[in-house]
């Protein structure tokens, strides 16, 4: 017999990467020398330090029952010293944080939680295709901002129609953005705010590329502007900042209400993260940063040779302010579906078509900078050998 599935599992939406997925590993499969540079997976180890206090906390039997509901309060205790000495904002540990199972998780129950079917939530086009994942799963309706390079790649407010935002229960944002490399202001955010109360928008901004900035900038905070806790939250992940991708674990910060909401879903859904990478995580935040001065500078390194090499090779773009991808532009013509597949065909080069990130990301591919110089170096002249520019 055929089990039918859910109608909320169908109307999921399609996983448009999984396509690129399969087609660079048959290229991998037929012994093509292939230079990915279409996935976002950090590609250097989490530092020694968390590491073994991981391995030592992996020892104690206090962590092999159990985990408190939600979470260990030592944990959002170094949630909030981090916060106070990164940003200078306050939060109360108690009331102002939620532990999370990776930022993909906060991001997809948020919605469950503070929208209703046929509610309107804004979602950034181009954006990550996690915020789609979470509003359909909440059956709410979702409205595109288109993020443009003549704004900077940020939200134009007064361009939202006023019974769309007057509708609107909810926005995603990100930045250090993810695909554009855009960063944000202090202004911006206050814009945000004052957007926000107006129109009573919950706002959650994701800012899992918080710690990457180049040429001497710290990407802002949400939080760091006056009257953002009356709206939003943050979601921080360590996966990018202390290359722990894999180990799974986040935390929201901000309105007290909306992490309450959280806590109260995730006692239905899970018990809390092994103790013992909540005892890591905490010595991530607490221990020494140097390790994300050398990431943030090895980042802005490739990201200078890479765009540089482009450049060279005839093709004119910006390099990004943020995050560890770059947002190319195409020539006029042809669509990112098309170029990215021209690139794996004749350069042996897998980059992000631009469609897949919405409507707006069409006329751009996006290039992760998880590879070394020497490769991203390469990648750029078999680019250029193509005679494209
Ligand atoms: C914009 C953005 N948000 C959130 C995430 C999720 O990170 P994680 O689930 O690993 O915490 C990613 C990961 O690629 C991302 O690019």
Redesign the pocket.
Known sequence: MEIPFSELLEQLPKQFFASLVAKVGEKIKAGCDVINLGQ??PDQPTPKHIVEAMQRAAANPKYHKYSPFQGYFFLKEAIAAFYAREYGVNIDPDREVAI????????VELPLCLVNPGDVVLAPDP??P?YWSGIALARARMEMMPLVAENGFLPDYEAIPAAVADRAKLMFL?YP??PTGATATKEFFAETVAFAAKHGIAVVH?F??GAIGFDGRKPVSFLEVDGAKDVGVE?Y????TYN??GW???FAVGNERIIRALELLQDHLYVSLFGAIQEAAAAALLGPQDCVTELVALYEARRNAFIAALCEAGWEVQAPSG?FFAWLPLPKGISSAEFADMLLERAHVAVAPGIGFGEHGEGYVRVGLLTDEARLREAAERIGRLGLF
Not at 100 to 107: I, M, R
Not at 237 to 240: A, E, G, I, L, W
């Open positions: 976002g997976n999370l199972f990776g930022g993909k998780a906060g991001l954006g990550y996690d990100n953005n993810n994701d899992a590329y979601i992940t360590f996966s990018k722990m991708a799974r674990v986040a995050s």
